[in-house]
């Protein structure tokens, strides 16, 4: 079930495209297994080596009623455009008592570049901050993904430091950027 929708005037082909997000199944996975061997989608983040049964067995395995019960670590959506998916939201929960968690997003290289994504973090915010207890989200970018930095700041996520060295990618250990949004913020934002 889509959580909202929102739409996206694209000027310049005087169209709207409709974004939506909605759970992950175990169907996804073939989807998901494929976007995420994209050269643009792992240029900036180190994604883990997963089978494809792996991934189908870990989407099939999420309870998305979890997450409104305060239970549970991982969480995938599926972003839709026009109704054809076209990237993934992944949400990690590291501490449900203090209420922390950290966001991750992708777009297939074809979908990139159309603003896509800030509609559908911006969905996924709303959700979060008004149905679950979530407080603090964090996210993380590379130091050169402009297009990931301004879909943070868009939705309200503030810089708050350089994270050194924080992992390795191709061999090189690189700095990440962290972002954060709070449920406080994002509730008293006009
Ligand atoms: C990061 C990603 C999700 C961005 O999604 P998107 O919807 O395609 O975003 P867009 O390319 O439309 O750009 C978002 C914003 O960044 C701006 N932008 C894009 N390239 C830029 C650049 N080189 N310098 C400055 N701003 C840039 C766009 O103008 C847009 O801002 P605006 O809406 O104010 O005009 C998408 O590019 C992607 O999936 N990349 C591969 C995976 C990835 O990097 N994931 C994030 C890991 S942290």
């Not at 995938?76 to 939201?89: D, F, K, L, T, Y």
């Not at 050194?164 to 008293?188: C, E, S």
Request: with cysteine; aromatic share 10%.
């Amino acid at each position: 079930m889509a959580i909202a929708e929102k739409f996206l005037s694209d000027t310049s082909a005087q169209r709207a495209i409709r974004v939506t997000l909605r759970p992950a199944i175990a169907s996804d996975a073939d989807l998901l297994w494929r976007w995420r061997g994209e050269w643009t989608v792992r240029r900036h983040q180190p994604l883990h080596e997963l089978s494809l049964v792996q991934l189908r067995s870990d989407v099939a395995s999420q309870r998305m009623a979890d997450l409104y019960r305060s239970r549970g670590e991982k969480f995938q959506w599926m972003v839709s455009a026009n109704g054809e998916p076209v990237g993934w939201i992944t949400l990690v929960v590291s501490n449900w008592e203090h209420g922390l968690a950290e966001v991750g997003y992708a777009l297939a290289n074809e979908f990139q570049g159309s603003g896509v994504m800030t509609l559908a973090l911006g969905q996924l915010l709303e959700d979060l901050f008004h149905h679950t207890k979530i407080e603090r989200l964090e996210a993380r970018c590379a130091v050169d993904n402009q297009p990931s930095r301004r879909v943070l700041e868009k939705n309200g996520f503030r810089y708050e430091g350089l994270l050194r060295g924080y992992f390795k990618l191709r061999g090189t250990r690189v700095d990440n950027l962290l972002f954060a949004h709070l449920r406080q913020d994002y509730l008293t934002r006009r």
